[in-house]
């Protein structure tokens, strides 16, 4: 995440940060036209704080329009246009000059300030923000989490629900390794591991070095919800093609066969879409939440969306002993009717 010049994903993961935004807005305190909301800049202000020409700043802004564009620069024409050369002169903003036959202009917010600050190499200026907006980056997200990015999974509303879940179709997995599969006790370990390389290319071992896991973290207890939800939809499919499969032979299968039935499930089209959806989710959020990268899942990673920060780290989301204290007390309460 480090060379934001160069990675399109490291920025708008930057941008997408609400809570990034409003701690370096507050850091650099850089003023400029509170209008709709937001705090805008002309191009001759951006060229200004940034120490560059103006004709640099248009060059940018040719070369990353579409970028710029999504992160709020806008051309104002008509109305809008009217309504803000109404807005400075109300506030007597004697240094923006926007003569009366201007029919167009372009304005920046403080976001897309910040998305010139990683375009522009030939800035010391830019470079400067870029070092403040990484530290802050990094540094949200600890704040937000305590320090302890480790279990930031658990802080998803939806992760208590798709945890239980997939331990109970885990139980229905190990029951028909059990007896549906004619080996002895490294069937669970094999047939796991198995699970974890289809879905993100990676045994256990390796997950956890990633990570950075101790030897007596739980695995599981790392996975998003939606990870978890793949693993459970394998586990219960697996469980039926093998019972499906004893039930025909008339017998225990062996190793060759039950290996035949994972190899058939993992590549049935069915699993594609959800094995995306699981793959783009860990490796993107690791790499910004854990500052963990999955080598083998690189191809999968997007920016975050500004609704992953309000998910994880945002006010709503909140830590797992807090909710299952609140699940105990609701058995507790169920119990006693």
């Known amino acids: 995440m480090r060379d934001l010049t160069t990675s399109k994903v490291s920025r708008q993961n930057i941008l997408n940060n609400n809570y990034a935004i409003d701690e370096i807005k507050n850091q650099l305190r850089v003023d400029g036209i509170e209008y709709t909301g937001d705090t805008i ?23 990353n329009k579409d970028e710029l564009e999504k992160n709020g620069y806008k051309i104002l024409k008509g109305k809008e246009l009217k309504e803000f050369k109404q807005t400075i002169s109300n506030i007597d903003a004697t240094d923006i000059n926007v003569g009366s036959k201007v029919s167009q202009l372009g304005i920046f917010t403080f976001r897309t300030l910040l998305n010139i600050s990683m375009l522009l190499t030939e800035s010391e200026k830019a470079k400067e923000v870029r070092n403040v907006m990484l530290d802050i980056a990094i540094d949200v997200i600890n704040k ?22 997939e331990e109970n179709y885990r139980k229905e997995f190990t029951y028909a390794l059990d007896n549906y599969v004619n080996m002895g006790p490294v069937k669970y370990g094999i047939y796991t591991n198995k699970i974890y390389v289809n879905i993100f290319k ?43 499969e004893f039930e025909k032979k008339g017998s225990k299968l062996n190793q060759l066969e039950v290996d035949r039935i994972f190899e058939a499930f993992h590549n049935h089209p069915r699993q594609k879409p959800l094995l995306d ?33 309000e998910r994880f780290i945002g006010e709503k989301s909140r830590e ?16 006693e009717y």
């Open 41 to 63: 800049f002309t191009k001759e202000q951006i060229a200004k704080f940034f120490n560059v020409d103006v004709r640099t700043i248009e060059r940018c802004i040719e070369n």
């Open 144 to 165: 937000k989490t305590g320090g302890n990015t480790k279990f930031i999974n658990q802080r998803d509303n939806e992760f208590l629900n798709s945890w239980f879940s």
């Open 202 to 244: 990676e045994k256990a071992d390796e997950y956890k070095k990633v990570l950075r896991l101790k030897k007596s973290d739980r695995i599981r207890d790392t996975f998003y919800s939606e990870v978890l939800d793949l693993i459970a939809s394998y586990e219960v499919g697996l469980a039926y093609e093998l019972k499906l």
């Open 277 to 309: 959806k699981a793959r783009n989710k860990m490796a993107s959020r690791d790499l910004v939440f854990r500052e963990a990268l999955h080598i083998h899942l690189q191809e999968y990673i997007t920016p975050l969306e500004k609704d992953d920060f």
């Open 320 to 335: 797992i002993q807090e909710r299952l204290e609140e699940a105990k007390d609701v058995f507790k309460r169920l119990k």
